[in-house]
């Protein structure tokens, strides 16, 4: 009896989907960590330099985009203001700073209809890869359980992050237009995948919020 | 600085778990014992060159290090909160973990014996 329940711990396939998100994370992470400062980045944001993984490149090809389509779909307005909402949550963001966000480390997942897309921060470096088909439910199921997953397939963006830090309410106080947001944010429980401190753990769509 | 700070934090675990001095952690990094008191005040965070390097020699993941994440298996999360406990809290966490194994054993013997009886009564 004691054998099999061990045995059904081991295969749990939530482990071992974890697991090949993580490992996925880590090889995109190592790779990230190799390019060298001066290396030339693909794209400057706001003070950050941007790398792109080889996935970008390949992505690009395989749909025919051109990278300047590329960036004004991910540089877009809208998914900007939802990031920077997050950020602007984040303890290391300072508004005071000419780059308020430049300190940030931190990392995030989002998905668009043709492809998931793996964004790792490290203060004024970034990089962006685009996941494999193999590792697409794995890598969502991961980032949602982290609370940062956000979600651009369908019409609307609906977001899986947390909005707070150790349990406090956010520090940047956002404007009346997403009063209505801030009554959807409630810190909560505990992540047992990564250090956050609070979480929420809804479907939070910005749309309506954001075009009000 | 949330995520900073935790970076801080682990940099800080594998030292005191190393049993290192700055100068020491300096030396197998190749850099100096202010560099790791930078890091570990927070005045600076580790060039991405760092980061690597300390994985290597300490044998920890850049996802753990870095964003504090892990693959699910807490086991590893534990140690390294029980290495930074002092030896009195360590007695203590024990004799938590032993009366709550002990507090389930009641419980799965209790449930055991009334499947047990429900057994004899079909």
Redesign the interface.
């Given at each position: 009896m004691t054998d099999n329940v061990i045995s059904f711990i081991q295969n749990d396939p939530?482990?071992c989907m974890?697991?090949m998100a993580?490992?996925y994370?880590?090889e995109i992470?190592?790779e990230?960590?190799?390019?060298?400062?001066d290396e030339k980045c693909q794209k400057d944001h706001k003070r950050r330099r941007v790398f792109y993984h080889q996935s970008v490149y390949d992505h690009l090809n395989r749909t025919n985009q051109s990278l300047a389509n590329f960036h004004e779909n991910l540089y877009r307005e809208d998914l900007g203001e939802v990031i920077q909402f997050w950020l602007k949550t984040?303890?290391?963001y300072d508004k005071e700073k000419r780059f308020p966000a430049g300190?940030?480390?931190?990392?995030f997942v989002f998905a668009e209809p043709n492809a998931m897309m793996l964004y790792l921060i490290?203060?004024e470096?970034a990089y962006l890869s685009i996941a494999p088909p193999k590792i697409i439910s794995a890598l969502q199921q991961y980032a949602k359980a982290?609370q940062r997953f956000i979600d651009c397939r369908n019409n609307k963006i609906i977001v899986h992050f947390n909005y707070s830090?150790?349990g406090e309410k956010p520090k940047y106080k956002i404007e009346k237009r997403r009063i209505e947001l801030l009554g959807l944010l409630n810190p909560q429980s505990n992540s047992?995948?990564?250090?956050v401190d609070s979480s929420i753990d809804k479907d939070i769509s910005l749309k309506n919020v954001i075009k009000k | 600085m949330a995520h900073t700070h935790k970076l801080i934090e682990r940099i800080c675990s594998i030292r005191a778990k190393n049993h290192l001095t700055t100068r020491k952690m300096g030396a197998l990094l190749g850099v100096s014992a202010t560099t790791i008191v930078k890091w570990e005040t927070g005045q600076t965070h580790p060039k991405r060159s760092n980061i690597l390097k300390i994985c290597k020699v300490f044998h920890c993941s850049p996802s753990w290090l870095v964003y504090g994440l892990s693959d699910g298996n807490e086991v590893s999360d534990i140690t390294n909160l029980w290495n930074q406990l002092g030896s009195k809290d360590q007695t203590l966490l024990l004799s938590l973990a032993s009366s709550l194994i002990e507090k389930n054993t009641k419980k799965i013997k209790i449930t055991s014996e009334n499947h047990h009886q429900v057994g004899i009564n079909d």
């Open positions: 939530d482990d974890h697991q993580f490992n994370i880590d992470m190592f990230f960590f190799s390019i060298p400062d984040r303890k290391c300190n940030i480390i931190n990392w490290y203060g470096f982290c830090e150790d047992s995948l990564c250090d | -």
